[in-house]
Each structure stands twice: as structure tokens, then as C-alpha cells.
């Protein structure tokens, strides 16, 4: 059925796997442009992102891994009776580094592996994270690491910051948030096809499959502007009626922001004044 | 993975299903029993989260009879063991969790739950609507005769 769909977006769409195949070498063949088709986000999603997890899925490396500084440094200062949501868990490299954490994710096949992420039983969820399946506020902490760039249109990107904001405490909840960012460093291995920080740009990202050099799987992502993040949280938090910045009986503050090898990243804190 | 300590805090989303959605109904259940690490100071600060009688209620659903009523006021670390039990070591490994509102089935694979939207069901799981619907009726069906 999903493979019936994939047939059908391809055909639909126009082969980008043979576009792309022109241009391929045996290194990474280059990351290229892309619109989304705004009348089935969802199905776009579907044939762009999800299908293809499930299908490179066993080609994740589920071993070692080493969350960046910020990720660290976050999941470090979170309380050890703390119970939080990740939020496209994919392999769930992050959760053996949180304190109790469940692993949500579309791609049921990345689930299988992260239900034992680090070597242990873990708590992974098939679901979307535009949805909230969840006691209102009963977590402390969300994090969704490269996850809400494969949304396809800005409103649904606005409505998983929404859901991330639900999710957690009124009183304490810690949120982390990291995506794509149109601004690479050196260290990246892409070659992206623009330079023009200001302007988020859709694209699909090329993954070669290590043992079949002529499979390439394109995944799409939205690569952030510069500001877009913290500005989508903006707007998401005061449609749902929280105010964004200290000193009022309840809102959000924004911890930190800024950007880390290649990514976006925004850190909020959700409090409420006793009383 | 279901265990009870996920399903404590899940609730139904089903469009307009916004009251006794919670807690989803467990029903055709394989449970597998494993030790885990056991983590007394975890369990006291998660207690304040958990919906008591909504847990006695799934841990028995399950087919575990060792949690009271009432959450007991002293929680000695007998209490606290039989707690960590029923959160972390029966695992769901295959089943169907229902909204007691709604109906809505979630049905779990291989420990894993499937809480994805109607419509993702819909394109993705037609098969097990399919049956699902044709059990429904077939149920029916042997009522009204």
C-alpha cells in the first residue's frame, strides 16, 4: 500500500531519482531544490520523508553516538525523576542519554531499532508530532531534535511547536528544539544550493545506500532561515495564548538560541507564578 | 515498548474526543514479564504524575493484582518495588489499547503502539480497518439473530 503510494507520488512528481542520477558521483550527490505541493502536505510528507526512513532505516547506525554540546549540556541539566518526550526519536541515539524518556516517531521501522537504543529496553511510540496523544502537561521536557524540518509548510512546522508546548508542564517544562539551517559550517559535507541565509528553502537531501551506490532515497527537508525558528515559536506560543518573555503570571521565556553546527536551535522554559 | 509507564500518560486524540478519553482499554493483550533496574528515587518524584486508580485499573486489565485501591501513604521500598513492577517490567508486547469514549482502536506490534492520526490509519492501515469493521458486524450481525 505505502510502496503503491511512493509509485504514484514518483510518477506524479517526476523521477527525482533520475534527475538526480545524472548528477551523481560515487560522494554524496549534491542536495537540490524543491517545492511542495501545498494542496496534500501530508501526502508530500508521506512519499518525501516517511517512506523514505522506512526504507533506509536499516542502514542507520544505531551505535555509539555523541549528542552536540547544547543536546548535552540540556539533557545534563534536566532533574533525574524527569519524564520527557523525543519527539522523532528516528534510531533513538538520543535516549539513553535522557532521563526517562519516550521515543516518538513515524517510521516504524527506525522504531524497531530504537526500542533497544543504547542496549536496553526503551519506551518508543508509532505516531505523528503534530498530534498529542498525551495527558495535557504531563511532561517535563520535550526535545525534537532534526525532526520538525521534514514538515512540509510552515503551519504544520508551527502547529509541532504547538504540540511540544501542550505537551509539557505549565509550571517547569523544559523544550528543546533543533533544525536544519540554510547556513552550513565548513564541517559540512553538503553542498547546498544556496547561499542566502535570509530565505528558508525547501529541498530534498540525497541518501545513498552504502551497500547499492544506485539507490538514492530524497528526503525533504526545510532547511531554516536565520530568526525563522525563533520566530515560528513566537507565533506558535501566542496562538495558543502564551506569552513569549519574563515577568507575567504565565508564559514561555526563551533560555538560549542561536546555532550549532549547521543547525537552529531554540531552548524554551514554560513557568507559571504560584498563587 | 508499551509498559504501564507510557500508557499512564497516554490519552485519546480522536477528533472531538476531548473527555473520558483516558485510560485507553487494553483488550487481546500478549504480555512478556522482564527485570529491570529498579530506581527508588525515580519512582518518588513520578508519583505525583501518575492517575492512580486509572493504573490499578490497566495494571488489572493486565493481569497484575498487587496495587491497592488507594496509593498507600507510606512508601516504603516494599511498596515501591511491587510499584516498579507494574510500571516498568510488564511489557505489551501485542494487543489493542481502546478510548473507553470514542472507540478508538490503537492497536500495539511488537511492543510498539500505533497512535498515528485517522488518516495516516487510513492509508496505511485499510487491511486492519477492513477487518476490524468486518469483525464489528459479524459481532453484530450474531446478536441481532
Given at each position: 500500500?505505502?510502496?503503491?503510494?511512493?509509485?504514484?507520488?514518483?510518477?506524479?512528481?517526476?523521477?527525482?531519482?533520475?534527475?538526480?542520477?545524472?548528477?551523481?558521483?560515487?560522494?554524496?550527490?549534491?542536495?537540490?531544490?524543491?517545492?511542495?505541493?501545498?494542496?496534500?502536505?501530508?501526502?508530500?510528507?508521506?512519499?518525501?520523508?516517511?517512506?523514505?526512513?522506512?526504507?533506509?532505516?536499516?542502514?542507520?547506525?544505531?551505535?555509539?553516538?555523541?549528542?552536540?554540546?547544547?543536546?548535552?549540556?540540556?539533557?545534563?541539566?534536566?532533574?533525574?525523576?524527569?519524564?520527557?518526550?523525543?519527539?522523532?526519536?528516528?534510531?533513538?541515539?538520543?535516549?539513553?542519554?535522557?532521563?526517562?524518556?519516550?521515543?516518538?516517531?513515524?517510521?516504524?521501522?527506525?522504531?524497531?531499532?530504537?526500542?533497544?537504543?543504547?542496549g536496553m529496553t526503551?519506551?518508543?511510540?508509532?505516531?505523528?508530532?503534530?498530534?498529542?496523544?498525551?495527558?495535557?502537561?504531563?511532561?517535563?521536557?520535550?526535545?525534537?531534535?532534526?525532526?520538525?524540518?521534514?514538515?512540509?509548510?510552515?503551519?504544520?512546522?508551527?502547529?509541532?511547536?504547538?504540540?511540544?508546548?501542550?505537551?509539557?508542564?505549565?509550571?517547569?517544562?523544559?523544550?528543546?528544539?533543533?533544525?536544519?539551517?540554510?547556513?552550513?559550517?565548513?564541517?559540512?559535507?553538503?553542498?547546498?544550493?544556496?547561499?542566502?541565509?535570509?530565505?528558508?528553502?525547501?529541498?530534498?537531501?540525497?541518501?545513498?545506500?552504502?551497500?547499492?551506490?544506485?539507490?538514492?532515497?530524497?528526503?525533504?527537508?526545510?532547511?531554516?532561515?536565520?530568526?525563522?525558528?525563533?520566530?515560528?515559536?513566537?507565533?506558535?506560543?501566542?496562538?495558543?495564548?502564551?506569552?513569549?518573555?519574563?515577568?507575567?503570571?504565565?508564559?514561555?521565556?526563551?533560555?538560549?538560541?542561536?546555532?550549532?553546527?549547521?543547525?537552529?536551535?531554540?531552548?524554551?522554559?514554560?513557568?507559571?507564578?504560584?498563587? | 515498548m508499551?509498559r504501564l509507564i507510557?500508557?499512564?500518560?497516554?490519552?485519546?486524540?480522536?477528533?472531538?474526543?476531548?473527555?473520558?478519553?483516558?485510560?485507553?482499554?487494553?483488550?487481546?493483550?500478549?504480555i512478556v514479564v522482564r527485570e529491570s533496574e529498579f530506581n527508588?528515587?525515580?519512582l518518588?518524584?513520578?508519583?505525583?504524575?501518575?492517575?492512580?486508580?486509572?493504573?490499578?485499573?490497566?495494571?488489572?486489565?493486565?493481569?497484575d493484582?498487587s496495587?491497592?485501591?488507594?496509593?498507600?501513604?507510606?512508601?516504603?521500598?516494599?511498596?515501591l518495588k511491587t510499584l516498579h513492577r507494574v510500571l516498568f517490567e510488564i511489557h505489551?508486547?501485542?494487543?489493542?489499547?481502546?478510548?473507553?469514549?470514542?472507540?478508538?482502536?490503537?492497536?500495539?506490534?511488537?511492543?510498539?503502539?500505533?497512535?498515528?492520526?485517522?488518516?495516516?490509519?487510513?492509508?496505511?492501515?485499510?487491511?486492519?480497518?477492513?477487518?476490524?469493521?468486518?469483525?464489528?458486524?459479524?459481532?453484530?450481525?450474531?446478536?441481532?439473530?
Open positions: 500500500m505505502a510502496a503503491d503510494f511512493v509509485r504514484w507520488w514518483t510518477v506524479r512528481w517526476g523521477s527525482c531519482d533520475a534527475r538526480l542520477s545524472s548528477s551523481a558521483t560515487p560522494m554524496a550527490p549534491p542536495v537540490t531544490i524543491t517545492s511542495v505541493d501545498a494542496s496534500s502536505p501530508e501526502a508530500y510528507e508521506l512519499a518525501n520523508v516517511h517512506d523514505v526512513y522506512d526504507q533506509i532505516a536499516p542502514h542507520f547506525s544505531s551505535t555509539r553516538y555523541k549528542p552536540w554540546p547544547i543536546i548535552a549540556t540540556f539533557l545534563q541539566s534536566l532533574r533525574p525523576e524527569w519524564v520527557g518526550l523525543d519527539l522523532g526519536t528516528g534510531n533513538g541515539k538520543y535516549l539513553p542519554f535522557c532521563p526517562c524518556a519516550i521515543g516518538l516517531d513515524r517510521s516504524r521501522n527506525l522504531l524497531d531499532i530504537a526500542r533497544t537504543a543504547g526503551r519506551e518508543v511510540v508509532q505516531g505523528d508530532v503534530l498530534e498529542n496523544y498525551w495527558r495535557p502537561g504531563v511532561f517535563d521536557y520535550v526535545i525534537s531534535i532534526a525532526t520538525i524540518h521534514h514538515l512540509a509548510t510552515p503551519g504544520r512546522r508551527k502547529r509541532a511547536i504547538q504540540q511540544m508546548l501542550s505537551a509539557v508542564s505549565p509550571d517547569h517544562g523544559r523544550v528543546l528544539i533543533y533544525v536544519w539551517a540554510v547556513r552550513q559550517d565548513e564541517q559540512s559535507k553538503r553542498t547546498i544550493p544556496t547561499t542566502d541565509s535570509s530565505q528558508g528553502q525547501d529541498v530534498f537531501v540525497p541518501w545513498v545506500l552504502s551497500d547499492d551506490q544506485n539507490r538514492i532515497f530524497n528526503r525533504y527537508y526545510h532547511m531554516f532561515a536565520d530568526g525563522e525558528l525563533e520566530e515560528l515559536v513566537i507565533t506558535a506560543a501566542g496562538e495558543i495564548g502564551l506569552y513569549v518573555g519574563q515577568g507575567r503570571q504565565e508564559g514561555i521565556e526563551i533560555v538560549q538560541q542561536g546555532w550549532e553546527r549547521s543547525n537552529h536551535y531554540v531552548e524554551l522554559r514554560r513557568y507559571r507564578v504560584q498563587g | 508499551v507510557t500508557h499512564n500518560l497516554l490519552a485519546c486524540h480522536a477528533k472531538g474526543c476531548t473527555s473520558n478519553n483516558f485510560p485507553l482499554q487494553f483488550k487481546d493483550v500478549q527508588p528515587d525515580f518518588r518524584g513520578f508519583i505525583p504524575k501518575i492517575e492512580w486508580p486509572a493504573l490499578v485499573s490497566s495494571s488489572r486489565e493486565l493481569g493484582t496495587l491497592s485501591d488507594q496509593l498507600p501513604e507510606m512508601l516504603d521500598d516494599a511498596f505489551v508486547e501485542e494487543g489493542v489499547m481502546i478510548c473507553p469514549n470514542c472507540s478508538h482502536h490503537y492497536p500495539i506490534s511488537n511492543g510498539i503502539p500505533n497512535m498515528a492520526s485517522s488518516v495516516t490509519l487510513l492509508i496505511r492501515g485499510l487491511p486492519y480497518l477492513a477487518s476490524s469493521w468486518l469483525n464489528m458486524k459479524l459481532a453484530n450481525d450474531l446478536k441481532i439473530s
